[in-house]
């Protein structure tokens, strides 16, 4: 399968600072990639889709400028979570689209990320 | 409303014996199905892609069968091993929308040596 390599794996950070996690397929293009976030025994949630070269989609109840997207090329997006506070300590974890592959998401390991 | 469902109890098996895992959903129109394997603190692991108009798929030890009229996929794992045990997903992904997936909860499987 395709490889989706996400980084980095846990951050540990402070409330009110910025964590920028990165998210890159390594052996296709993406021109998709999502972001979800998990709690524990959850669901994956969808936050956001992100388009090379415009701006992502967010569902529903996502906040866009606390959570900023940036799909800059074809291989690497990002999210951005800013101000962080506690309440966004959560299992994050992004996908890429690869439309050779009869569009089959390939999720990168997640990032855990804890705010104190 | 629309539901994704799975068993929430964890399925324990013994080695060896075939898993039978079930999602059913409610007010979805999926053109494809798709299972994933989840491992703690680990992102979901693509397995199996079924499409609407196909009956049955398999890979080596794992068989997804899709019925749209009962609106269910089963999901087996042949002689089960120990390596087996983990969270499977499935997700259901309709055409079009960048082909977003909506996932259920899970259902675990541990397999007993």
């Known amino acids: 399968g395709a490889v989706v390599s996400q980084h980095p794996s846990r951050v540990i950070c402070k409330s009110g600072t910025s964590v920028k996690i990165e998210c890159r397929s390594l052996d296709f293009q993406a021109t998709t990639m999502f972001w979800y976030r998990q709690f524990p025994k959850k669901s994956l949630m969808l936050m956001a889709t992100s388009n090379e070269g415009s701006k992502a989609t967010y569902e529903q109840g996502v906040e866009k400028d606390k959570f900023l997207i940036n799909h800059a090329s074809l291989t690497l997006s990002t999210l951005t979570v800013t101000s962080a506070h506690p309440e966004d300590s959560s299992f994050y974890i992004c996908s890429a689209r690869d439309l050779d592959r009869e569009n089959i998401q390939y999720f990168g390991a997640g990032t855990r990320l804890s705010v104190l | 409303s629309q539901k994704i469902e799975q068993n929430s109890e964890a399925l324990n098996i013994q080695e060896g014996k075939t898993a039978t895992l079930t999602c059913n959903y409610t007010?979805?129109?999926?053109?494809?199905l798709q299972w994933y394997r989840q491992d703690p603190g680990r992102g979901p692991v693509f397995l199996l892609l079924?499409?609407?108009?196909?009956k049955e798929k398999r890979k080596e030890r794992l068989k997804v069968t899709f019925d749209t009229t009962l609106k269910q996929s089963l999901f087996h794992i042949t002689a089960s091993q120990p390596a087996d045990s983990a969270t499977y997903l499935c997700a259901l992904g309709c055409a079009g929308g960048n082909n977003r997936l909506a996932f259920g909860k899970g259902n675990q499987v541990v397999v007993i040596p």
């Open positions: 007010n979805y129109s999926p053109a494809y």
């Open positions: 079924i499409r609407e108009n196909e």
